[in-house]
C-alpha cells in the first residue's frame, strides 16, 4: 500500500500550516456566500487533504504500478480518432470514477470548488506516479476552467451576488462535457513555423457575410489535441513588419474551435488530426498534429487581445509544469535513495559514500525549494486572480476597502508574475538533473529499462520546452527585472540599501543576514547589466545616476540595448530563483523554526553559486557578442 501524499512530509506541511489558507479558502467561498461548501477554514482543509489522501493512494497503488505500460502501450488513429493503450483507459476511468474530474470548477457547475493550489497538490501527486497521465489530466480541468475564466472576463457570466452562485455562463454545455469526462481539451499555440516566435503564427481566421468565425491552419505537438474543445490562438490581423518579432502578437486573438460535432448519424469531424507524434517520453500522453480548414469557430474575449488572454492561461499552466516536474523529481529521488540505500560498494552502501550522499542531500533540498517556490507562486497567482473576480462581482461597499482591495490584487499579481517563470525554469531544470542523477545513482541498472530511472529522464527533457521554453522564461524574468529598474530606479536604489544595511545589521539574525547578502549579490549584478546595456546605447554613459536611468532609457530598443542582458538572461533567473527561493524560506522558518535547517541547507549552495554566477555575468559574455555583431553586419551587407 503506498500514498504517495502520506508518505510526503514536506508535502504534508504545506497543507497542515505551511499555507495561510484564510484567505484563499474565503476567496474560494466567495467569501461564505456559497451554498453546499464547507462551513470554515478548518473543514475546507480537511476536505482538500482528504482527497489528496484518496489521489495519492490511487497514485501509489493504482497509477504507478502501470508505469511501464503506459511508457511502452502505444497509442493508435482508428477511422481519424486517437486511441488510448487499455492502461491509461483504466486509469482514467478510476479517476472519473473517484469524481475527480473538474476538481476545481465550482459546485453550481458540477466540480468541487477546489482552489488550483489544492489541484496542483494532487498534479504533483498523480505526477510522481507518471507524468503523462498528469498531462492529460491537467490539461482536461485546466481547459473547462480556462472557459469559465475567459467568459467571467469577457462579460459573458452571470453571478447572484447575494447567492454566492454562478447563475450562467457562455460555455456551460462544453465545460459539463469536459466536466463528465465526455470530451477533452486542449491549447493549440504551437505552428510548424512558430513555437517560441508567437509573432510568426500564421493560423487565419476569418469572418463569413453572416459574421460567424472560420479558423484555418495547421497546430502541433498538441497534448490532447485529440479532444473536442481546442483553444486556438490565430491571425485575425497583419503580421506587421517582418524585422520586429512582437509586431505580430497584436494581430492575434483567441477562439473556441470543437474539432467535431456528435450529431444522431454519427460523428462530424470539423478538423483533421494529421497524426500522432512519435515522443522520448511522456508516451501515453496523445500530441497531435491537426488541421483546421474554415473550422467554425467562437472568438474569445476581444478581437486582437489573443496573446494577452493566451498568457493568462498559460501562467496558470506554467505554474502547473513547477508542480508536474516536482512530481518527477520526487519519484527520480525516491528511486535513488532507496537504490542508494541497498547497494553495496567498496565495504558500504553507496548512500555513504561522500558523492553519492552528497548528490542526495542536493536532490533533496532542491525539491524542498522547488516546492516553497511552486506554492508560493500558486498561492498569489490564484489570489489575485480571485481578488479580481472579487472586485467585478461583489465588490467591498466602502471605498478604503475597495482601495485595499485593489492595491493587494495588485501586490499578488506582482508577485505571481516574479515568481511564475522562476518556477517554471527551476522545476523543469532541475527535474532533468535530478532523473540524469538518479540514472547515475543506479549505475548501469540506472541505463537498464526494468529499473524505470530510465524512463523518468526521458519524461523529464520536454519539460525545458514546453508552456515556454527556459530560455523564454529567462527572457521573460530577465526583462520584468531590468524593466522594473528601469521604471522604478528609486524603488531599486531603496531595495538595494536595505539589503546592504541588512547584511550587517547588529540586529539581523545570522540568517537574514546571509539572505540580504545574497540579495546584495543579484542587485549588484543587476545593476552591471544595467550599466552595460547604457554603455551599449550612450557611449560613455555608463556612469549616469541610477534616478537618470528612466530618462536614458526612454527610446532604448530591446534588439540593440539588451544584448549583454539576453545572453545572461539565463544565469540571471538562475540567480533570482536562488534568492527568491532564499527569501521564502527565510519568512517561512521565521514562523515555523523548524524550516531553519532546509534555509541553512539552501544557503550553503546557493551562496557559492550565485557567487559563480555574478562572476559569470561580469566578466564574460563580449566575445559572443562581438561575433554575433559581426554576423548581424554581414547579413546587412549581404541584402
Ligand atoms: C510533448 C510536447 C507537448 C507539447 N504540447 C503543446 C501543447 O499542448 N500546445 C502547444 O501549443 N504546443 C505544445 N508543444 C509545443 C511546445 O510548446 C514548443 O515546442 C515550444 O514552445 C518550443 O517551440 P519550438 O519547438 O518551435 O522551438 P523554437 O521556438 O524553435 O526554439 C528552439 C530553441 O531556440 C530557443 N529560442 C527560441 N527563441 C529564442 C530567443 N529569442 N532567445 C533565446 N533562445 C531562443 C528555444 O529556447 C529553444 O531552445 C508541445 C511540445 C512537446 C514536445
Known amino acids: ?72 502501450q502505444k497509442l493508435r488513429i482508428e477511422d481519424g480518432e486517437v486511441v488510448h493503450p487499455a492502461a491509461m483507459t483504466e486509469i482514467f476511468e478510476g479517476l472519473q470514477q473517484m ?98 516566435d508567437m509573432g510568426a503564427l500564421r493560423a487565419t481566421a476569418e469572418q463569413d457575410a453572416d459574421g460567424n468565425w472560420l479558423v484555418t491552419g495547421q497546430k502541433l505537438f498538441i497534448t490532447s489535441g485529440h479532444g473536442k474543445y481546442h483553444i486556438v490562438i490565430a491571425r485575425t490581423e497583419p503580421a506587421g513588419s517582418p524585422d520586429d518579432p512582437f509586431a505580430g502578437l497584436a494581430g492575434l486573438s483567441l477562439f473556441l474551435v470543437p474539432a467535431y460535432e456528435d450529431t444522431p448519424e454519427g460523428r462530424k469531424r470539423l478538423s483533421t488530426i494529421d497524426g500522432i507524434e512519435e515522443k522520448l517520453g511522456h508516451n501515453a500522453s496523445a500530441t497531435v498534429a491537426i488541421s483546421f480548414d474554415h473550422s467554425p469557430a467562437q472568438l474569445i474575449g476581444k478581437r486582437g487581445e489573443g496573446f494577452k488572454n493566451m498568457l493568462l492561461l498559460m501562467n496558470n499552466a506554467r505554474v502547473g509544469v513547477g508542480f508536474e516536474s516536482l512530481g518527477l523529481c520526487e519519484a527520480a529521488y525516491r528511486a535513488a535513495k532507496a537504490y542508494a540505500a541497498e547497494r553495496p560498494s567498496m565495504g558500504k552502501t553507496i548512500d555513504r559514500h561522500e558523492m553519492i550522499a552528497d548528490m542526495l542531500d542536493e536532490m533533496r533540498t532542491d525539491i524542498q525549494a522547488i516546492r516553497a517556490l511552486a506554492i508560493t507562486a500558486g498561492l498569489h497567482e490564484e489570489i489575485a486572480q480571485k481578488l479580481k473576480l472579487k472586485l467585478k462581482f461583489y465588490p467591498p461597499s466602502e471605498r478604503a476597502e475597495l482601495e485595499r482591495v485593489e492595491r493587494a490584487q495588485k501586490r499578488h499579481a506582482a508577485k505571481s508574475r516574479r515568481l511564475t517563470p522562476l518556477v517554471k525554469w527551476l522545476g523543469s531544470e532541475k527535474a532533468v538533473e535530478i532523473a540524469r542523477r538518479a540514472i547515475q545513482i543506479h549505475g548501469g541498472a540506472g541505463y537498464i529499462k526494468e529499473y524505470g530511472v530510465e524512463k523518468l529522464l526521458r519524461d523529464a527533457i520536454v519539460f525545458p520546452i514546453y508552456e515556454g521554453t527556459s530560455q523564454i522564461q529567462a527572457l521573460m524574468a530577465m526583462k520584468d527585472t531590468l524593466l522594473g529598474v528601469i521604471r522604478r530606479p528609486q524603488d531599486f536604489v531603496r531595495r538595494e540599501a536595505t539589503a546592504r544595511w541588512k547584511s550587517v545589521d547588529a540586529m539581523a539574525s545570522r540568517q537574514e543576514k546571509r539572505v540580504a547578502r545574497l540579495q546584495s549579490l543579484s542587485y549588484a549584478t543587476q545593476r552591471h547589466l544595467m550599466a552595460r546595456i547604457f554603455g551599449g546605447k550612450v557611449w560613455g554613459l555608463r556612469q549616469v545616476p541610477v534616478s537618470g536611468w528612466t530618462e536614458a532609457m526612454s527610446d532604448w530598443d530591446p534588439k540593440r540595448d539588451f544584448g549583454p542582458a539576453m545572453l545572461h538572461a539565463e544565469r540571471l533567473i538562475a540567480l533570482l530563483t536562488d534568492v527568491a527561493v532564499a527569501e521564502i524560506l527565510l519568512e517561512q522558518s521565521q514562523q515555523h523554526p523548524e ?5 541553512e541547507r539552501w544557503l550553503d549552495r546557493a551562496e557559492p553559486r550565485c557567487r559563480h554566477l555574478h562572476d559569470v555575468i561580469t566578466t564574460t559574455g563580449d566575445r559572443v557578442l562581438a561575433s554575433l555583431k559581426g554576423a548581424g553586419a554581414k547579413d546587412e551587407a549581404a541584402k
Open 1 to 72: 500500500m503506498a500514498n504517495f501524499f502520506e508518505d510526503n512530509d514536506d508535502l504534508r506541511f504545506y497543507v497542515d500550516k505551511g499555507v495561510d489558507w484564510s484567505e484563499l479558502v474565503a476567496l474560494t467561498e466567495y467569501e461564505w456566500r456559497s451554498p453546499g461548501g464547507p462551513k470554515d477554514v478548518g473543514e475546507a482543509v480537511d476536505l482538500y487533504r482528504s482527497l489528496l489522501e484518496a489521489l495519492g493512494s490511487y497514485a501509489g497503488d493504482a497509477i504507478a504500478p502501470l508505469a511501464r505500460q503506459l511508457d511502452t
Open 99 to 196: 469524481e475527480v474530474y473538474g476538481l476545481c470548477l465550482p459546485r453550481e457547475l458540477g466540480g468541487l470548488n477546489l482552489p488550483v493550489l489544492a489541484n496542483n497538490m494532487a498534479m504533483e501527486i498523480i505526477g510522481r506516479a507518471d507524468v503523462s497521465v498528469v498531462a492529460h489530466y491537467g490539461f482536461h480541468g485546466g481547459i473547462a476552467m480556462a472557459l469559465l475564466l475567459y467568459s467571467v472576463l469577457e462579460g459573458s457570466t452571470t453571478f447572484d451576488a447575494e447567492q454566492g452562485t454562478i447563475t450562467s455562463t457562455r460555455w456551460a454545455d462544453a465545460i459539463e462535457e469536459i466536466r463528465s469526462g465526455r470530451a477533452w481539451g486542449s491549447m493549440d499555440i504551437t505552428e510548424p513555423d512558430a513555437g517560441s
Open 595 to 599: 524550516r531553519a535547517e532546509l534555509l
